[in-house]
């Protein structure tokens, strides 16, 4: 039976939504094989060697930890593992997913500080130096940053923040959130000095909800000897022991964990630098595609501009939800709705995950005939700037 239709559709729906993806076959398959026992050895043996192979899309040689969770899970365990309450953390408002972990932190009893942005670009680096030269008595223990602001499509520069706060000689934590970004464009945990990694299962590593990571530096690790939240099922200490042998304090997603070891099979088979030039090729397309129409995407900076999603903008006076409503009606295809201030301002184009040249073609096809089926002003063209990028004669 199909869930997402209540009435029988032909061929199949395009899921364009930044998450959750598409989700392939062969991970699919992998899913669909008996659940064993958790305490048993054949698990023991297939989870040590994911966690292994795990650390690769992450680029790191540290542990990383799996939670039977979604990625607001791994926000929460971020936070809780390593802080205090009263605690200061440094957060950037870079759209609606970073306002969401920033009232988190809120509820959990530690004190934020938000670095505004207009929702059109990354966060504002200058300005995390400027607040960690400032904080002379090192009252601020972690900065947090979304690498890929879904209800934007900007990126903000890691590498960039964590040279900020090598120039400040600030001694903060550095938190990220990659739940967007990862596996989908280039992140490098060790390399760019990042403390906690959060990551989630549905977006670039192509599985369904229900997995979300910490990637953890030993940094981190330190921080959480001595860190006062309260944490019980989050706790990184039970899970870093079990994980050790290859088990779990509590029972692990276990069919999950099948689709997340084919899904990482699949991305190193492809390989990593591979898919992060598909990423950014198929982002340019898009770009080139709402250029051609004449629209504008909600990224203002082109240095920020994300490989894994399109935010774009419909002309004032028109309606982003009730262009959305048409696509989906019309032409069977979902695409992302706009969150909190750019409710019904924006539609977000997911092109990150399992997608070939021919399904983004037939994604920005649905979007230029939704345009004309929904009477957005536009000009005609965009579904051929994208193909002539593709085939090589842009
Ligand atoms: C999807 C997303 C989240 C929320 O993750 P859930 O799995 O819905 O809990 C958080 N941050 C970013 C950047 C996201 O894209």
Redesign the pocket.
């Known amino acids: 039976m199909a869930y997402y239709r209540s009435k029988p559709t032909p061929g199949r729906h395009f899921l364009q939504i930044?998450?959750p993806t598409n989700v392939p076959d062969r991970v699919l398959r992998a899913i669909d094989n008996p659940t064993m026992d958790h305490r048993g050895p054949d698990f023991g043996r297939m989870a040590k060697a994911l966690l292994e192979k795990l650390r690769l899309v992450f680029q790191t040689r540290g542990p990383v930890v799996i939670y039977p969770a979604?990625?607001?899970?791994a926000?929460e365990a971020a936070l809780t593992n390593t802080l205090s309450p009263g605690d200061r953390v440094l957060m950037c408002e870079t759209g609606w997913?970073a306002t969401?972990?920033k009232e988190m932190a809120e509820r959990l009893g530690l004190v934020p500080e938000f670095i505004g942005t207009d929702w059109r670009r990354g966060a504002d680096v200058a300005a995390i130096e400027a607040r960690l030269r400032d904080d002379r008595g090192h009252l601020v223990k972690a900065v947090c940053v979304?690498h890929?602001?879904?209800s934007t499509g900007c990126t903000s520069r890691i590498d960039e923040v964590r040279r900020a706060l090598d120039a400040a000689r600030h001694p903060a934590l550095l938190m990220v959130?990659t739940?967007?970004s990862l596996a989908s464009m280039d992140y490098r945990h060790d390399e760019w000095g990042v403390d906690v990694t959060v990551a989630?299962s549905?977006?670039g590593l192509m599985l369904p909800?229900g997995l979300?990571f910490n990637a953890v530096s030993e940094k981190a690790l330190r921080a959480s000897e001595t860190a006062r939240l309260p944490r019980s099922f989050w706790d990184w200490k039970a899970m870093l022991a079990a994980n050790a042998t290859g088990y779990f304090p509590y029972t692990p997603a276990t069919n999950l964990l099948y689709g997340l070891d084919a899904a990482l099979d699949l991305l190193l088979e492809e390989g990593l630098p591979n898919v992060f030039a598909r990423h950014d090729r198929h982002a340019e397309a898009t770009r080139r595609a709402v250029r051609a129409w004449g629209l504008e995407t909600q990224c203002a900076d082109p240095r920020h501009h994300s490989s894994s999603l399109t935010a774009v903008r419909v002309p004032e006076g028109h309606s982003a939800d009730a262009l959305r409503a048409v696509i989906l009606e019309r032409f069977n295809m979902s695409l992302g709705n706009g969150l909190g201030q750019l409710r019904d301002r924006v539609f977000r184009i997911g092109h990150l995950g399992d997608l070939g040249d021919l399904q983004l073609m037939g994604t920005l096809s649905g979007v230029e005939m939704g345009l004309r089926a929904a009477g957005v002003p536009h000009r005609p063209g965009g579904v051929q700037a994208a193909l002539e990028f593709l085939s090589g004669n842009a």
Not at 70 to 73: F, K, P, R
């Open positions: 930044p998450g979604s990625g607001t899970g926000w997913f969401l972990w979304v890929n602001e879904t959130d739940i967007s989630g549905q977006k909800p979300s």
